[in-house]
């Protein structure tokens, strides 16, 4: 009886190991050149997923009975994947086996469960291994998990280096995710066995396009990057040699746009800029009798600020024309917390060295009222 046990458990021979190997490879490359080509819609519904889990045999609550049970639900019941009683081959070739099964009912996620733990039998069969990992892939090009079947490709030619299937699908990931000159390897060394195949001439003419302009878009990106920085370090050293005061700034060393970008919504674009040596600032002109305000995006410091208000008197609201330029008063809240009245026809470069002032949100601020106002002795004596 031990005698028929040990002829029951011999292990297979090359021969058979690599009859079998092939034997499933077909069924499943038959499979998948049957396939139609079309856009995969069959995943799991995310409103039957836990229907879908419990017809795998890792967790199903019962057996299912009257329908039809993958080669793992069998197995498990024969104990076909009991470690002890099993080679990691055997179990590495039985769990393709149900991975193969899944994949021909298009249930991708299952057979790569299926694949996932027949790579964890950790058999040392290349040719096994090799072709769990295209399976996988296989499973994750149809999910367009591109990044991960590029990965599962790449893993099963360091297998088998041969493997044709493995490196065009490895080719056609990383063309998916744009990553062309991984590609392009690929692609040579298939065009180098199979230089008449039109799939891998097309696909290595069109990974060469795509490289090209991705390669100038690139050039352009650095380049406008350089000319970002050497604006950005243009502005801060203009700032410094100005001697403008930055609101939680600690001194020169700590200033940067990150600091100086306006808090308004929609203006964070308006951001101080230089053009010809010229700071140009985003500027606020703030109404408190109307609860109005005037956003100027680029206002030069060479210019009075005189002139900016020039530009939005009248204004629409001001219904009883007591706005004018010749008639209001505009000051700046100081980082002494108080009201500082200024001379509007003076530069605004000039305003923002003054004595008090203090650049908050990268953004000069002024508030402006009529002469002599009720509202503006309200705003004088909310400071004392």
Known sequence: MSEAKEDAKKPMTEEERLQLCEKLDKELDDF?????????????????????????????????????????????????????????????????????????????????????????????????????????????????????????????????????????????????????????????????????????????????????????????????????????????KAIVQRGIKISKCDGKLDIDLGKLEPTLPGAQDAIVHIEDGILKWPVLFLYPEYQMTDFIRACPENVPLLYQLEQVFPAPWDKNDKYSCNSINVYFEGHDKMPHIIDPSKNLGELLVAKYFELKAGTPSFFVFPRGSTVEARFLESYL
């Not at 994750?140 to 990965?151: H, V």
């Not at 990931?173 to 000159?181: G, L």
């Not at 290595?204 to 604006?231: F, G, H, S, T, V």
């Open 32 to 236: 998948i050149n049957s396939l139609e080509r079309k856009r995969y819609t069959e995943g799991w519904p995310e409103d039957r997923w836990e229907e879908e889990m419990d017809k795998h045999p890792f967790f199903m609550k019962s057996v299912p009975e009257g329908d039809e049970m993958s080669p793992l639900a069998e197995g498990l019941a024969k104990l076909k994947y009991d470690p002890e009683e099993n080679t990691p081959l055997e179990l590495a070739t039985s769990y393709k086996e149900d991975g193969n099964f899944n994949f021909k009912h298009k249930n991708y996620r299952l057979a790569i469960l299926g694949y996932t733990e027949g790579i964890k039998a950790k058999c040392d069969d290349a040719e096994m291994n090799a072709s769990l990992y295209n399976n996988r892939a296989a499973c994750n090009w149809f999910l367009k998990n591109y990044r991960t079947a590029l990965f599962d490709s790449e893993r099963a030619l360091s297998f088998n280096p041969k493997h044709i299937k493995a490196r065009l699908r490895a080719a056609k990931s990383a063309f998916e995710i744009a990553k062309y000159d991984t590609c392009i390897a690929h692609c040579q060394i298939l065009y180098e066995e199979q230089p008449d195949n039109k799939e891998v001439v097309d696909l290595l003419n069109m990974a060469r396009k795509r490289q090209k302009i991705q390669l100038r878009d690139q050039r352009k990106k650095d380049r406008d990057d350089k000319n970002k920085n050497e604006q950005r370090e243009g502005v801060i």
